[in-house]
């Protein structure tokens, strides 16, 4: 019966090795050690050796059918592993067949430029402000030093609706309606729509506009050129200059334009910069005592610097737009353009 | 204003080039927008003089011309020009000149005849455009000398562009104080001398002035036996620099000293003078007069008048009358030199659509002490360029108060607003050289004189103004305000308005944004019958003209736009207002807050992976279910014309209306030009602000296991399936956690008129449910909706 043994172990062993799939496998395995198996079988006649050969022979046996299993079981590893290989490669699909389409929003170039610009002044401890657009003539003139007849009623071409109401011209405004509702420190930022009858490609009869505004005890010039800093390098980068050229606003005085290093060449001359390195994108001053007298503030006790600046116009500079009507045509080959820009939307 | 370099050298030293000095004026406020050669490269174009014309053998219109070039030589010149004689001093481009139009010189063939050259006209040598002959040079030069030196054209104009506080700046005297005060120079005036007949003024004219408000100050004077020419040559090059064009010697020398002094001045013919006299009054209703232009202009009692005896002669200080201008037989000239109220010469200007020269200068603001030195400045070259005598005096009607303001003046104020000491001596400087009198008090206070042509400067910050630009703004500290201000923030409109932004950018649409004004009939355009809108009194076009009562046309545009340029779709939304009035506008209209948003066309892009599908109404219903999530809204069928009537929801809010949506009416759509079904929303997001800012109650997620069990009905066809779903939620009591539609259909083996309906419904509860309990709620389900809307188990 020990041959047997030896027999029936190579013949599994044999079968085990020549499975070709995990169900053959099973198959080896009821055969040998099934309930009816050849192995379970002879453990079974075990009765029919005479007693002192029992325990050699059980042994014997049991020992084949370890290993026995651990060969099952070394084999139906090895199978599985060559099935689901096979399986995987069976699997493949096309890779450079385009994905589902997410449909991916955009944020409005000139509503990305507003969201930058809050957020930095935000961080400065602004609040920010929003004015009506359909404005009285003395928000939008009298009351910011330029009287009917004033020379700089010509620089904007105004929208009337009556007499005494208009599409307000600038977010200057804002200004008033602030200085006469609060008593300084004041720190304001008034993004906002205006509006001026004109329409070329570097006009829109609509735009945008970003005023700021602070007044307080002892705010001076330098006050005002060291938070444009901030705001440009933080805006353009931080190696963003700027230069303030002396200039004429009837609401501020001094008056100054301000002009930043292009951010075309870095200053080097572009034809953006029209070779000067410089681009003006903001008017600021101080505000003109006689504005601070017409809201009940005492100029001599308080000074305060106002700035504004064009959101189309920086939105062309940074983007490379050559038309400002494009802006507002909607042409969703134009929007889908704007999506790279990270983060600050609101 | 333009101005030649040349001419600012006459009345102050420059130590810098033209393109320094542009800088430098640029950042002490007078900002300089252009730097241009007077003349293009002329090389190779000399001084000629014309020896002998003689007929082309072949061709009537073209004469030979034998020229003398001088050093270069003498040649034979084929010229077309009308106009070209024997003894003439001329331009000459020689071979290998390239004129400033592009074309290059050389000996060319015409008709047979060599010709070695070119006799030009300004026009070719792009000094004017005047091309209707040969330049005629004066026959003191030298032929063979290069024309650009000969003549000066060796000049650089600088375009300056000056602030409308600023009318001293807009004469080249002005600038050059600008000049001086930087450099620390002097500045030079030119030559007022003149020689005056025995006879005063007084025995042959007299000036009334009736209205002294509009006309502060009026001096004449009076000449006779001028001698009408050409101006000289320098003269017309340098009015030509500043964009003017030569008339005679008398219009020139008036429009060249309003240049150098600012001051306008008019010549009158003084014979065509009714009585020999003037009298400055406002026009008499109904009176007209023709302008030099030629234009008879129709005259209102606003606007003032140099008249004479009897008609009005002249539109003050904007443009003169044709019938007493000087020309070539003008023998006696009354010389004006006025100031006159800025606002009359604005009215005026503007209620005749007329601007000159003149106008733009009064309408500013002129210094009302400086009309004698610009008379007697223009007294000096009539007599010396056209030969005048003049009558001894002047005329000098003068109201004007002496405008010469004292502001005292602390240094510290300087400090005060620009944040840095800068020491009295330098502002003391500064001021001066700007001609302003400085006298020091005590170290803390100045007292300063305004002189008269800075009317401009009033107040301490003016004279900071003053001070730090010609210090140098380059010059300011940067520091930041200190920090005791509010703690910054924005309202909870804003901050709305980016959460919406942030969902639909999420979303997948695309933010667009269209003009506050639309169409007038923009109401019409999408069936509404609302308010009118407000109408513009001045818009730039029809399509332009109202402010908006709503969001959608302009989103509606948008589409079009994208379809008539064949894109497949379009998902857009914006932010913006609308502008809510009543008629007539009395007062401002509510400026809404609004959500728009609008789709069309293909729900993706086209794509092998999904059907090829539109998007439709249940497109937008997803996305204004991400919009509003909360139990609060109400979501109910709607009734605006704008959209189906079938397709759109009414939102409401406490029984107010907070916003529409659904598919645009197809009436609607096809006004717009959108082909295909549209879908719109708008939303007015003011009114849900403060669900905006709810705070979330957090719940604890149940551990128990859910069971879940789907329930399919048969029902009419009309019946709404979400009032289903609102009938199982109560059925199902509180162990019902949720309840989906996951199929609704209709068609075979459906009987017609009846559609099915499918509901997974999952129970949840804090314990394991068993089943026996959840069969008797789903045989509740069943009964509650058997009864109610007679359904049937599928
Ligand atoms: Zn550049």
Redesign the interface.
């Given at each position: 019966m020990l041959s047997k043994v030896e027999e029936i172990k190579a013949s599994a062993l044999e079968a085990c090795s020549q499975a070709e799939s995990v169900k053959e496998l099973e198959q080896v395995r009821v055969r040998f050690l099934g309930k009816k198996g050849e192995l379970t079988l002879l453990l079974r006649g075990m009765g029919q050796l005479p007693a002192e050969q029992r325990p050699h022979f059980g042994k014997l046996v049991n020992e084949v059918r370890d290993e026995l299993e651990s060969a099952l079981a070394a084999r139906e590893t090895q199978l599985f592993q060559e099935e689901e290989t096979r399986r995987l490669a069976a699997e493949a699909l096309d890779i450079t067949?385009?994905?589902?389409?997410?449909?991916?929003?955009?944020?409005?170039p000139?509503?990305q430029i507003i969201?930058e610009t809050?957020s930095i002044?935000?961080?400065?401890?602004?609040?920010?402000v929003?004015g009506?657009?359909?404005?009285?003539d003395y928000y939008n003139f009298e009351a910011l030093n330029i009287p009917p007849?004033?020379?700089?009623r010509?620089?904007q071409d105004t929208?009337?609706?009556?007499e005494d109401?208009l599409?307000r011209s600038q977010t200057s405004p804002v200004q008033i309606h602030v200085m006469e509702n609060r008593k300084p420190?004041?720190?304001i930022l008034a993004p906002g729509?205006v509006?001026r009858?004109?329409?070329d490609i570097t006009h829109s009869?609509?735009f945008h506009q970003i005023e700021g505004l602070?007044v307080?005890r002892?705010?001076?010039?330098?006050?005002l050129?060291?938070?444009l800093?901030?705001f440009v390098q933080r805006m353009f980068g931080p190696d963003t200059k700027i230069?303030?050229?002396?200039?004429?606003f009837?609401f501020t005085?001094?008056?100054?334009?301000v002009d930043v290093s292009c951010i075309m060449c870095a200053g080097a001359g572009c034809r953006v910069c029209k070779d000067t390195g410089w681009l003006e994108i903001l008017g600021s001053g101080?505000v003109?005592?006689?504005v601070l007298a017409k809201v009940g503030y005492d100029?001599q006790e308080v000074?305060g610097f106002a700035f504004g600046m064009g959101v189309e116009r920086i939105a062309m500079l940074k983007y490379g737009i050559n038309d400002i009507r494009l802006?507002?045509?909607?042409?969703?080959?134009f929007?889908?353009q704007f999506s790279s820009q990270g983060g600050r939307?609101? | 204003m333009l101005v030649s370099y040349k001419w600012l050298q006459d009345y102050v030293d420059i130590p810098w080039g033209p393109e320094e000095l542009a800088h430098r004026l640029t950042m002490a406020g007078l900002e300089v927008e252009g730097v241009t050669p007077l003349a293009a490269n002329l090389d190779r174009v000399y001084v000629g003089f014309v020896q002998e014309v003689q007929k082309h053998p072949q061709a009537d219109s073209l004469k030979l011309c034998s020229v003398d070039v001088g050093a270069q030589g003498s040649y034979s010149i084929v010229c077309g020009a009308p106009n070209v004689q024997e003894g003439q001093t001329v331009a000459v481009a020689l071979a290998g000149a390239t004129l400033p139009g592009g074309l290059v010189i050389q000996p060319t063939e015409i008709r047979g005849v060599l010709s070695n050259g070119m006799i030009c006209s300004q026009a070719e040598l792009g000094i004017s455009d005047d091309h209707a002959g040969i330049w005629v040079l004066p026959n003191d030069l030298a032929p063979g000398a290069p024309l650009v030196e000969a003549v000066g054209l060796d000049d650089v104009v600088l375009d300056v562009s000056v602030y409308a506080n600023r009318p001293d700046c807009m004469s080249v005297i002005g600038i050059a104080r600008e000049i001086a005060a930087l450099t620390g120079g002097e500045v030079r005036l030119p030559a007022l001398d003149y020689q005056e007949l025995d006879v005063p003024i007084g025995e042959h004219t007299s000036v009334t002035v009736e209205d002294s408000e509009r006309c502060p100050r009026y001096t004449a004077a009076l000449l006779q036996d001028v001698h009408i020419a050409e101006s000289p040559l320098w003269m017309q090059l340098r009015l030509r620099a500043a964009g003017m064009r030569p008339i005679n010697n008398v219009v020139d020398i008036t429009n060249y000293v309003m240049l150098e002094t600012g001051q306008p001045l008019h010549a009158f013919d003084f014979d065509k003078l009714a009585e020999g006299r003037l009298v400055i009054r406002t026009a008499r209703p109904g009176e007209e007069m023709v302008t030099l232009d030629g234009e008879r202009r129709q005259l209102t009692p606003e606007m003032l008048m140099i008249c004479d005896a009897q008609d009005p002669k002249c539109v003050a200080g904007v443009m003169g009358g044709l019938d007493s201008e000087v020309t070539d037989e003008t023998n006696r000239i009354l010389l004006e030199s006025a100031n006159f109220s800025a606002l009359n010469i604005r009215r005026t200007s503007r209620a005749l659509g007329l601007s000159s020269e003149s106008s733009s200068r009064f309408e500013k603001g002129i210094d009302a002490s400086g009309t004698l030195l610009a008379s007697r400045r223009a007294l000096h070259l009539l007599q010396n360029l056209a030969q005048a005598q003049i009558f001894a005096g002047h005329i000098d009607v003068n109201s004007s108060a002496k405008q010469e303001p004292v502001i005292d003046l602390e240094p510290a104020e300087v400090e005060r607003l620009l944040g840095v000491s800068i020491p009295p001596e330098t502002i003391c400087r500064i001021l001066r050289s700007l001609e302003f009198d400085v006298v020091e008090l005590s170290p803390e206070l100045l007292r300063v004189t305004v002189p008269s042509h800075r009317g401009d400067v009033e107040l301490q910050a003016d004279l900071v103004e003053e001070i730090v630009r010609i210090w140098g703004l380059e010059n300011l500290p940067s520091t930041l305000p200190p920090d005791r201000s509010s703690s910054g923030g924005q309202s909870q409109l804003l901050t709305a308005e980016g959460h919406l932004r942030e969902l639909l950018v999420g979303a997948g649409l695309q933010e667009a944004l269209s003009y506050s004004f639309g169409r007038p009939d923009s109401n019409e355009r999408l069936l509404r019958t609302e308010p009118p809108m407000i109408a513009l009194q001045n818009p730039i076009s029809e399509d332009l003209s109202a402010l908006r009562r709503s969001l959608l046309p302009g989103l509606l545009e948008a589409v079009s736009l994208n379809a008539s340029r064949q894109q497949a779709r379009a998902a857009l939304f914006e932010l913006g207002a609308v502008y809510l009035g009543e008629l007539p506008v009395e007062k401002q209209p509510r400026e809404e807050a609004r959500l728009g948003l609008v789709l069309w066309g293909r729900r993706s892009t086209l794509n092998w992976a999904a059907a090829d599908e539109q998007y439709d109404f249940y497109d937008l219903k997803g996305i204004m279910e991400l919009l509003l999530p909360w139990p609060e809204v109400e979501w109910i069928k709607g009734s605006d014309p704008a959209f189906h009537p079938g397709r759109q929801v009414s939102l409401l809010l406490q029984g107010r209306e907070i916003g529409v949506f659904g598919e645009i009416h197809p009436a609607a759509a096809r006004n717009f030009r959108i082909p295909g079904r549209v879908y719109a929303a708008e939303l007015r997001f003011e009114e849900i602000l403060h669900l905006f800012k709810q705070t979330p109650v957090f719940q604890v997620p149940p551990r128990f296991p859910a069971v879940e069990r789907d329930l399919a009905v048969v029902v009419d066809a009309d019946q709404p399936v979400g009032e289903l779903v609102d009938a199982l939620r109560k059925l199902g009591g509180e162990l019902l956690d949720e309840v989906t539609v996951f199929d609704v259909y209709a068609g075979k083996p459906i009987p017609d008129g009846k559609k099915s309906a499918a509901f997974s419904l999952r129970f949840q509860g804090h314990r394991t449910l068993k089943d026996e309990e959840i069969n008797v709620i789903m045989d509740g389900c069943l009964a509650g909706l058997r009864e109610r809307f007679g359904a049937e188990i599928r």
């Open positions: 067949l385009p994905g589902r389409p997410m449909m991916r929003g955009t944020v409005h000139v509503s969201a809050k002044f935000m961080n400065m401890g602004y609040e920010i929003e009506p657009e359909v404005e009285w007849d004033h020379p700089a010509d620089m929208f009337f609706i009556t109401l599409l420190p004041i720190r729509k509006y009858a004109d329409s009869p609509m602070v307080d002892g705010i001076t010039m330098a006050d050129k060291g938070t800093q901030v230069r303030l050229r002396p200039s004429y009837p005085e001094p008056s100054a334009e101080m003109d005592p006689r100029p000074s802006l507002f045509e909607n042409d969703v080959r929007l889908k939307l609101c | -």
